[in-house]
């Protein structure tokens, strides 16, 4: 090692002396900056110095006596003049090293004046430490210990799902980029994670390597009138989202959609109020209850009672509704918070459902038959990942409710963004494409098989870390046949319904958060301060620091 030093120290100073380059010496050109992706030696990038390189992207032979060395479509030009003399070895050992093809030298003048015991030991530790620096090259190009991070995979790799190389290289992108984060060990201490909303990012990498399948082109003339289809009931709605949206579910089988009337709304948030709207009589004598089982969606209080309609009114925990009369149930399937499936808890005649299935999904629960109810609600942001696109849909069996949800939704956006309709529908088009054979050959680009897999790592990382930990519980869940993917699975629900189970933990939000862990507790869905809810659907690396946090925390 120390010879190797002594090298370079010779090489650095021997450079300094005899060439002129400008803004840097050889030693800074024999360390260029190492990234993910990036070959040590990136000669493209380099600018010409003391006429010893000059770049060109059309191999050809100049006339007279220059000479030019050819190597991966650039000049070397007046290489001659360089090693003409015996103060200019470190130019040509800085070529040399640029690859293991040695390059051929013509009209060598002077070339037995390089001959020299100081140049040929400079020469030996120069082409020694280009070995070296080629292996260390070759290692980390595959993820090896030298300056990338890699980590253990579980289940199967985006290889064998179908990405290939482009995937393996994307991967190994990601992860240096995490370990390159990472590796300030401060800046992961004091940053906040804030799993309390359940924003969907997950999902990015899987729509990325889609590449230009989902892109849509909306030219400007495009999309302008506020009507879609003026002979469908739901004027604003696009017939090709429509049709994409009755290919989906008969794909997943999720839904029965034969004899429904499609309502799209600005996400299920809009459809939800529609509903409330749709159902509740207008010439009652007092706001209709709406109620749900606790603990329930934690926006389904504040949404309700937001505007103080006459019509309708929160009621509480369905579990505890006892009043007489007409009543409005929400029943969320599996359910946002805790994962569980659900049906009515009501129990008594004379109440209306509304099934909230943004969540009945292959990747968060088996698929164990199509939904057959009067008024059933989903969304692309859970089913997808596109919280932003804000698109939902209701599948409603009475054409009079169908009306009246149409009538709101025109009374308060005036219809649905086209655009955003269409885009959907692209997105929805292209999940249907790699889904219809799955379990079979080929069918590893499914985005749900894909999704299933890694909500399936994650919550097999969650588990473990709960388990070490010894201060929380989680929910036990049973599995099921899934028919779509034609298996047995285990639900695996987008939120984690997290309890703290140590005695001095009263409030388990305020809890987490004096570890920078941002949560929604268990007030805000209903039930005590013991619990909270924590998204599963969030980017990698804010999902694999709340694991690593979670799990040193002990009572």
């Known amino acids: ?239 090709e989202f429509a049709k994409q949206v009755v290919r989906l579910h008969n794909v997943v089988g999720n839904a029965v959609t034969n004899g429904r009337q499609i309502v799209v709304g600005t996400g299920s948030s809009q459809l939800f109020l529609a509903a409330l709207y749709a159902l509740a009589p207008k010439d009652g004598s007092e706001p209709m209850s709406v109620v749900s089982a606790a603990p329930y969606y934690s926006s389904y209080p504040s949404m309700t009672d937001c505007l103080k309609s006459g019509l309708y009114k929160w009621a509480g925990d369905a579990r505890r509704f006892s009043k007489e009369g007409p009543y409005i149930e929400l029943v969320t399937s599996p359910n946002n918070p805790d994962g569980f499936v659900r049906h009515s808890m009501v129990n008594r005649t004379g109440g209306i459902l509304v099934h909230d299935l943004a969540y009945y999904w292959p990747q968060y629960t088996p698929i164990s038959s199509p939904a057959d109810h009067d008024l059933t609600l989903f969304t692309v942001s859970k089913a997808t990942g596109h919280a932003g696109t804000r698109i939902g849909w209701a599948l409603v069996k009475d054409p009079e409710v169908a009306k009246k949800m149409i009538k709101f939704i025109e009374l308060n956006t005036i219809g649905v963004s086209r655009d955003s309709q269409l885009r959907a529908a692209k997105i929805l088009e292209v999940m249907t494409n790699t889904s219809e054979n799955v379990g079979r050959i080929g069918s590893y680009e499914s985005f749900f098989w894909i999704s299933y897999h890694l909500m399936a790592e994650r919550w097999q990382l969650l588990r473990a870390a709960v388990n070490r930990s010894r201060v929380f519980s989680l929910p036990d869940f049973t599995p099921g046949f899934c028919h779509f993917l034609n298996q047995d699975s285990q639900p695996q629900p987008a939120f984690a319904w997290l309890k703290c189970e140590d005695d001095r933990v009263e409030d388990c939000e305020s809890f987490l958060r004096g570890y920078k862990m941002l949560t929604r507790g268990g007030r805000h869905f209903g039930v005590g301060p013991k619990y909270v809810r924590i998204s599963m659907v969030d980017r990698d690396n804010n999902f694999n620091l709340f694991v690593k946090r979670l799990s040193v925390i002990q009572s």
């Not at 992706?37 to 992207?57: D, N």
């Not at 240096?176 to 799993?195: E, T």
């Open 1 to 239: 090692m120390n010879l190797v030093l002594l090298g370079f120290h010779y090489l650095r100073d021997l450079a300094s002396e005899t060439c002129d380059f400008p803004g840097k010496s050889f030693w800074d050109f024999s360390f260029p900056e190492k990234k993910s992706g990036r070959k040590f030696f990136q000669l493209t990038h380099f600018i010409s110095f003391s006429g010893c390189l000059s770049q060109s992207f059309n191999l050809h032979r100049p006339s007279g006596d220059q000479t030019w060395f050819s190597s991966s479509g650039f000049c070397y030009k007046s290489a001659l003049q360089c090693l003409s003399s015996s103060h200019s070895l470190a130019h040509s050992l800085w070529f040399v090293s640029r690859s293991s093809n040695f390059f051929v030298f013509a009209k060598m003048a002077n070339f037995l004046g390089i001959f020299t015991v100081r140049n040929l030991l400079g020469l030996s530790l120069a082409l020694n430490l280009s070995l070296v620096l080629r292996v260390v090259y070759e290692s980390g190009k595959d993820g090896g210990p030298h300056g990338f991070s890699v980590e253990e995979q579980r289940g199967p790799s985006m290889a064998d799902m179908g990405f290939g190389k482009e995937a393996q290289a994307t991967q190994r992108t990601r992860l240096s980029a995490s370990s390159s984060s990472s590796s300030s060990g401060q800046d992961v201490m004091d940053k906040v994670i804030n799993l309390d909303h359940g924003d969907p990012t997950m999902y990015e990498n899987y729509w990325q390597r889609m590449g230009e399948r989902t892109t849509v082109v909306i030219s400007g003339w495009q999309s302008m009138s506020y009507f879609s289809d003026v002979k469908n009931p739901c004027w604003f709605l696009e017939p």
